[in-house]
């Protein structure tokens, strides 16, 4: 399994992250990752040429739902008050006007990039047979 040694949803974050860099740059993309984690995307990918440049969420996902990985698109964080305790968690569903690529990365070491205009429900997306094209 790929997530079997993850100690967290942030470590498991974390190596989908760099399992899609690495797919990604096999296949001859050019990769760049933000420096600062505040984008609506995970990394950014270019081209051959480096004209065009686009931007990829990065989601990751352990869970089937009727034999199929299923994946939550929804994002949280955490607010904190002046003493440093959980005030509120902000959750935010997936909006496609924000990065161009959806790239889910599975338990079995699969990993999908699907274009944004595919993705119509906002809160999770079954990977169904439909998006086997867009395995990479």
Same mark, same amino acid.
């Given at each position: !399994?790929?997530?079997? $040694?993850?100690?967290?949803? !942030?470590?498991?974050?974390?190596?989908?992250?760099?399992f899609?860099?690495a797919?990604?740059? #096999?296949l001859?993309?050019?990769?760049s990752? /933000?420096t600062?984690? +505040?984008?609506?995307?995970?990394?950014?990918?270019?081209?051959?040429? &480096?004209?065009?440049?686009?931007?990829v969420? #990065?989601?990751?996902?352990?869970?089937?739902?009727?034999?199929?990985? +299923? #994946?939550?698109?929804? $994002? &949280?964080?955490r607010?904190? $008050?002046?003493?440093?305790?959980?005030?509120?968690? !902000?959750?935010?569903?997936f909006d496609?006007?924000?990065?161009?690529?959806? +790239? #889910?990365?599975?338990?079995?070491k699969? +990993?999908?990039?699907? /274009?944004?205009?595919?993705?119509?429900?906002?809160?999770?997306l079954?990977?169904? $047979?439909n998006?086997?094209?867009?395995?990479?």
């Amino acid at each position: !399994k790929m997530f079997e $040694n993850a100690q967290s949803t !942030k470590h498991q974050g974390s190596i989908s992250l760099n399992f899609a860099a690495a797919k990604l740059a #096999v296949l001859g993309y050019i990769i760049s990752l /933000p420096t600062i984690d +505040c984008q609506d995307y995970d990394l950014v990918i270019g081209d051959h040429s &480096g004209n065009r440049f686009r931007g990829v969420q #990065v989601k990751s996902t352990n869970r089937k739902r009727y034999g199929n990985f +299923c #994946v939550n698109l929804m $994002n &949280g964080y955490r607010r904190y $008050n002046r003493l440093g305790r959980i005030k509120n968690i !902000k959750k935010k569903s997936f909006d496609s006007n924000h990065s161009d690529f959806l +790239c #889910v990365v599975t338990g079995d070491k699969d +990993c999908y990039l699907i /274009p944004r205009h595919i993705i119509k429900n906002k809160f999770s997306l079954n990977l169904t $047979n439909n998006l086997k094209k867009y395995k990479i």
